[in-house]
């Protein structure tokens, strides 16, 4: 299993990024994938994540502004970020979770970065 984030960069606040995850080696359509990300000297956090049947599960303080997404064909789940400020600058991580095995794997990171 491999998962290739991409797509960060450095934005203005309400600015606008979108990021790609792409699988290789399983399908995006039967598991769970989510979007976590970490600052530095903080904690990984759970960003959104989509389940096998399309749901979509987003934390507090991105609600309204990020969209999760999937394209089955292209076995790829992004993540729409809008109006983004300076507090969601961090590395984010793609994570997928088997649901055959409850096996973890994870993407590289992909670092955003926001300015004021």
């Known amino acids: 299993v491999q998962l290739q984030a991409s797509g960060g960069g450095l934005v203005q606040a309400g600015g606008s990024l979108r990021l790609s995850c792409a699988a290789s080696?399983?399908?995006?359509?039967?598991?769970?994938v989510s979007w976590y990300r970490q600052a530095p000297g903080k904690q990984r956090e759970l960003v959104a994540a989509?389940?096998?049947?399309?749901?979509?599960n987003y934390a507090d303080f991105v609600k309204g502004r990020f969209t999760i997404s999937r394209d089955n064909g292209k076995n790829t789940v992004y993540l729409r970020m809008n109006s983004l400020k300076p507090e969601d600058a961090a590395v984010y991580y793609c994570?997928?979770?088997?649901?055959?095995?409850?096996?973890?794997?994870w993407g590289q990171g992909t670092l955003v970065t926001v300015s004021s």
């Open positions: 994570n997928v979770l088997l649901r055959a095995t409850l096996e973890n794997y």
């Open positions: 080696g399983i399908s995006f359509r039967s598991n769970t």
């Open positions: 989509i389940i096998t049947n399309g749901r979509t």
